[in-house]
């Protein structure tokens, strides 16, 4: 079964950085389209950043376009999540997600246990 592990969240003041990363396990990498989720208190999870089996195609939430992206190395198993710029509003539990596939299809397959991520005004 896929596992997913996440590192990277902290605190951070509003216009720092963070890189998420998120190491898969258990199956083999590649023949996974990857995603970011998040969820902040009160709020449903939403969803953050896509990218297809090769990396070679992206997608991203409105409000996160030009601050957040997302990428891969298929050789270490992992996904990334380059967060800059950061708000107040991006606060939440990021999530890494998993759909089988090359590409992003939306119907998650396996959720990592999730990173807390805090930004201060």
């Known amino acids: 079964q896929v596992q997913l592990v996440e590192s990277g969240g902290g605190f951070v003041q509003a216009g720092g950085s963070l890189r998420l990363s998120c190491v898969m396990s258990?199956?083999?990498?590649?023949?996974?389209?990857m995603g970011w989720f998040r969820q902040a208190p009160g709020k449903e999870r939403e969803f953050v950043a896509a990218?297809?089996?090769?990396?070679?195609?992206?997608s991203y939430k409105d409000s996160v376009k030009g601050r957040f992206t997302i990428s891969r190395d298929n050789a270490k198993s992992t996904v990334y999540l380059q967060m800059s710029s950061l708000k107040p509003e991006d606060t939440a539990v990021y999530y890494c997600?998993?759909?089988?596939?090359?590409?992003?299809?939306?119907?998650?397959?396996?959720w990592g246990q999730g990173t807390q991520v805090t930004v201060s005004s």
């Open positions: 997600a998993a759909s089988y596939g090359s590409i992003w299809s939306g119907r998650v397959r396996s």
């Open positions: 990218i297809n089996w090769s990396g070679g195609y992206t």
């Open positions: 258990g199956r083999t990498f590649s023949n996974y389209a």
